[in-house]
């Protein structure tokens, strides 16, 4: 079973850079409407959607467009696939 997994997981291709983060969920800091910023993977990001999205409200990564996230509005999930780590609070 495990060497099994092993040459699956091998298989695959290694996602690196921004590429990454496509299909990560992460957690709007400033409305998108339609651009805002919202954090993912540990860090804020500037992102765009095609309809208003409001702070705390998460979002998944569809695309990346320059240095902007282009995103949708997604269930929280918390999982070591779609990490959004809560921004450190005043005194931590």
Do not use: C, N
Not at 26 to 42: A, C, K, Y
Request: glycine content about 10%.
């Amino acid at each position: 079973f495990i060497i099994g997994a092993v040459v699956r997981i091998r298989k695959k291709p290694a996602v690196t850079g921004l590429s990454a983060l496509v299909g990560t969920v992460g957690i709007v800091r400033s409305d998108l409407d339609p651009e805002g910023m919202v954090f993912v993977f540990g860090e804020l990001w500037q992102a765009r959607a095609d309809a208003p999205i409001h702070t705390g409200e998460h979002v998944r990564v569809v695309a990346i467009e320059g240095l902007a996230l282009v995103v949708t509005p997604a269930e929280p999930e918390h999982d070591a696939t779609t990490p959004a780590l809560p921004l450190p609070t005043a005194g931590t």
